[in-house]
Structure formats: C-alpha cells, structure tokens
C-alpha cells in the first residue's frame, strides 16, 4: 500500500540543497559587484573630479575612504562590499555609490542587479528561439540592407542575404550551437576579417555580455555559454578576467571591409519584439552614398547570380 506521508528527511535534505544552492549565488553575487565596484574605482582619475593629491597614491584611481566620503557611507562598510563580503545594502545607498563611481545609466543598473535590486518584475522569456514566417519575412524584406534577428543571448535566429555577403558567412553551413555573434566574432576568422575596428568591436561585445549576465548570474544556459566562449577563445577568457565594462545596446555607426566593395561605413539600427528580454532586429544602413551605392549593386549581383539561365 502506498503511503502519501512526507518523508521529513527527504523534504530536509532537498530544503538544504536548495538553501545552499541559494547562498552559493548570494555569494557569487556578492564577488562580481565587489570585482566590479573596485576596477571601476580604479579607472577613475582623482584629478578629473576635484579631488586633492594628498599624499602618494600606492594604487591607481580612487581610494576606498574617497569613495566612501562621495557616498556618504562608512568606509569599513564599503570595503566589506568590494571585498565580497555579505552585506546588505539598499537600492538608494548603491545608487549613490554608482554615482560617486561616475556610473552611467546602464553600469548602474548593473550595480543593482547583482545586489540583486534591478527590476523586480518577472524575465520574460523570448517569445521564440527559433525564426518565425514572420520574423523571415521582415528580413527578406530589407532586401539590400544586411539585417539579422539575434536573441537575448546573442544567437543568430536568422538573418538575410545581405547580412550573409556582409559576415562571409552562410548560417545554414553553421552548426545551431555556432550561430552566435559573440563566437564568430572571437573564432570565425572570416566574420573577424570583417571587422575594421575589431579590437573595439570586440572590447564592446565583452561589455554588452557582461550586463546582460548580469541579470541571469546562476542560470544554467547563460553560464554554459559563457564557459564556451571562455574555452573557445584566449582573447575572450583574457578580456572577461580584465576588464569590468559593462555597456548597453545602442545604434552606433560602424566600418565593416568586404572583398569586393571595400570599406562599408553603415549605421547599426536596433529595434526589439517585446520591451523586456526580447529578441532583437539588428539592421545596417548605409552611413553615406558610397556604402549605399555598394550595398545595392552586391545586392543586384547577387540576384544575377541565383538567376536561373535560359537556353535558347
């Protein structure tokens, strides 16, 4: 006969599991705003905020008891907090500690959601994470103008003939796992060939990565995907232990070199399906007549090319 009685201490042992699960990303938590709270301190210039030179400084950018001063908090208590150490804090008190860091908008939002304080409404999930009739009509659409959907984690849920010509790559050549921006850019030497201002591109991906971790620390599949590109790539692995930036998707003009056309000076234009954790429509437009003119007649060859050919 079964029995429906609860096992105490079964239902103990999976409360502590999930109790230690909990304060082991409390702790990880606490370890990446602390990271991040002091490269940020020291990137910045005591002199370009009016701050005295008294004394020799042992090391570069601010000091902890300045910070401190600028916050109006305790310094014991914020040295704790660089450390890593479990301490509570509010969303005003981090708020001022962003601001005496000179934080901008998107690098105190991330602030706040390792102190676990961002938006406490729930994460969407994106709506698809395969394309849609829809989404690939919208991309055929564009035409000549390289277009591409990408997910919240950087996946290439499709992308056009343009985008294709644009990166030297064809995406159904590509294993699903690979179809990604952030990999192809640190190990497709074809898509990086692609990049005129590839240090930069690259130093800005790194960036966009770590906000958005930001937000989804402890979730199996983005902690997969950033162990993949740390494996895959040194100069990945290298900039993730090295620098602390973080940055938020902007429209941004960018240089991209390709075979035939030369140097392509087009504007990134970002647009989303849903406000939260959407997928993204990422679009290039020519920057200027020349890019244009470019665009257009890689398009018209293309078309020649898939042409069918008449007998006569």
Known sequence: MLSDRVNPMTDAAGDGAGAAHGAALAAERARALGAFLRARRESLDPARLGLPRAGRRRTPGLRREEVAAL??????????????R????????????????????????????????????????????????????????LGPWPAMLQSPRFDILGANPAFERLMGVTLADLPDADRNCV??????????ARLVDRDNVLQHMVALLRAAMGEHLGEPAWERLLARYRAASPEFDALWQQRREVRGVENQLKRFHHPQAGELHLQQVNWWSVPRNGNRLVVYLPADEAARVALLQLH??????????HRH
């Open 86 to 141: 479990p301490v509570r804090a509010s969303a005003r008190v981090l708020t001022a500690i962003a601001g005496a860091l000179q934080c901008s908008e998107v690098e105190t939002g991330h602030v706040l959601a390792l102190a676990g304080l961002g938006d406490a409404a729930p994460r969407l999930q994106p709506l698809c994470e395969r394309l849609t009739d829809t989404g690939r009509m919208l991309l055929d659409q």
């Open 183 to 192: 990999y192809q850019a640190f190990t497709n030497p074809h898509w990086r």
């Open 300 to 309: 018209a060859q293309s078309a020649e090319v898939a042409a069918p050919t």
């Open 71 to 84: 916050a109006d908090v305790g310094v014991t208590w914020y040295t704790w907090l660089e450390q890593g």
